[in-house]
């Protein structure tokens, strides 16, 4: 491309502040613009790392408003990066607005790899990796049940991100929708001091986390539905 304007997508930790590459920083220092979900959660990163930097809101309630704005300064010459919370730019963040918008206007756009929860969950989990479906959030209620069907027929391994609020009842459904047996890993706080994963029947994860709590983000990886030609042990 020609055009010398661009978007950076940048990934951010996921937890650990530690868990960034050389690269991010030194484009987080360079651009002109940081283009943040939360200004108040990148502006810990950026401070941890000692970058001073123009920071500005972009996030899923005003996304649409910015994108015609923010396509017309990169245009102009400006040069930004996009980040989220934590993780992958796009990946059940905002970001594929900005990238829709970017690739018709002819703004060249790099993605820098990085963190993102559901890799090290899946890794981790001691179930299948090679394929597997990544859902996303599940959906808090209308539709959840038929989701929770077409995930209960999959021949891969699914990953879902869910609430910790939600996560009891998400299992019990699992469990009365595909059976008790049904193996389930579930990941929280990733990179965090108090991270665990717990690979076990419906029935084990369910009882460990109601006598336990629930607590910080969680990563939900449903095994694959079994058949008799071979196991779903993990």
């Not at 919370?85 to 690739?103: K, N, Y």
């Amino acid at each position: 491309m020609e055009n010398a304007t661009r978007l950076y997508l940048v990934p951010t930790p996921i937890g650990n502040l530690e868990d960034i590459t050389l690269r991010a920083l030194r484009i987080l220092n360079e651009v002109d613009t940081i283009l943040a979900e939360d200004t108040r959660t990148t502006g810990v990163l950026l401070k941890h790392h000692n970058i001073n930097n123009d920071l500005k809101s972009y996030h899923i309630h005003n996304e649409r408003q910015q994108v015609q704005h923010i396509v017309d300064q990169l245009k102009e010459g400006k040069v930004m990066a996009l980040v989220s919370d934590a993780g992958t730019p796009g990946i059940s963040d905002p970001g594929f607005l900005i990238v829709r918008e970017c690739i018709k206007s002819g703004i060249q756009i790099e993605c820098l790899p990085g963190a993102t929860a559901f890799v090290p969950a899946i890794v981790k989990s001691g179930l299948p990796c090679d394929r597997f479906i990544f859902e996303g959030f599940l959906p808090h209620k209308k539709g959840k049940k038929t989701k929770l069907e077409m995930i209960s027929e999959s021949p891969v391994p699914v990953v879902c991100y869910e609430s910790p609020y939600r996560l009891l009842k998400t299992l019990h459904q699992i469990g009365d929708i595909m059976g008790k047996e049904r193996i389930v890993s579930v990941s929280r706080e990733l990179t965090k001091i108090y991270e665990e994963s717990i690979t076990n029947s419906v029935e084990e994860v369910l009882k460990y986390f109601e006598e336990k709590g629930v607590k910080g983000e969680i990563v939900l990886i449903v095994s694959a539905k079994p058949n008799k030609n071979k196991s779903n042990e993990p």
